[in-house]
């Protein structure tokens, strides 16, 4: 009990002899000191650690993005109008994924940042022949969109335009011809796309459904075949 005592009277000395400005930086810089160490050795480091593995694992994707259409849109609020800008974005892998998003930002950065997000988020697989076309014609309508696509023969490039162009792109098809009817707003015409595109099947999926084997379906042509054809097309068929 006396030790204690003597040491709170020392304790209580030592502060009553220091000025009370300087005890306070004193604190102060102790526990900015502790603070800032702390924070540089190890939360710092951690979040550099997080961003550099997505960053290794954006760029082990390679993913392709594309910035489609930005708007400049306002929100009427008490003091008067809130300006900002909406922006519309494409993401693929170039292998058959392809996804899109909007978001909507003060900023023209910030607005492409929070699309791409989204973007990722909602990417589809769509089967590719060859790897290089759709499989068979399709058709799909948002609203007023309606859109059509077609597959074609080697050679023939991507035939769209605008917003249909850069879903193909990132899609990774190379040969392709499509037909847009009846809007040009790039949302409706995006989302009519992905509505065709979500209604292609490859000759795989197909033939498990219906309980088949490949070569039956690629038989079915109205011309004779050999079997060693018919099973050279069907491994050409990856997907």
């Known amino acids: 009990m006396a030790d204690e005592n003597n040491t709170e009277v020392e304790t209580t000395g030592f502060e009553a002899a220091a000025p009370e400005g300087g005890e306070r930086e004193g604190r102060r810089g102790r526990g900015r000191g502790r ?15 997080r961003r550099g593995n997505k960053n290794d ?21 008490k003091g008067g109008k809130r300006f900002g800008f909406a922006a519309l974005v494409v993401v693929g892998d170039g292998k058959g994924r392809v996804g899109f998003g909007h978001g909507k930002a003060r900023e ?12 990722k988020k909602k990417m589809i697989r769509v089967p590719l022949k060859e790897g290089r076309t759709l499989h068979h014609d399709g058709k799909g309508h948002f609203g007023a969109g309606k859109v059509n696509v077609r ?8 035939i769209a335009g605008g917003p249909m162009r850069a ?32 209604d292609q099947s490859s000759p795989k999926s197909v033939a498990q459904r219906r309980g088949k084997k490949v070569t039956d379906l690629l038989n079915r042509d109205g011309h004779h075949h050999s079997e060693a054809q018919l099973e050279a097309a069907a491994a050409a068929i990856t997907e």
Request: avoid cysteine; aromatic fraction near 4%.
């Open 35 to 49: 603070d800032g160490e702390r924070g540089e050795g190890r939360g710092r480091g951690r979040r550099d650690d």
């Open 167 to 198: 879903v193909f792109e990132s899609l990774g098809v190379h040969d392709v011809v499509t037909k847009s009817v009846g809007t040009s707003n790039p949302y409706n015409m995006i989302r009519a796309t992905f509505d065709a595109l979500g």
């Open 151 to 158: 597959s074609a023969p080697a050679g023939t490039g991507i």
């Open 108 to 119: 023209v950065p910030e607005a492409i940042t929070k699309a791409t997000a989204s973007a």
């Open 57 to 77: 694992e954006e760029q082990g994707e390679e993913l392709i993005e594309k910035l489609v259409h930005i708007n400049r849109v306002s929100k009427t609020v």
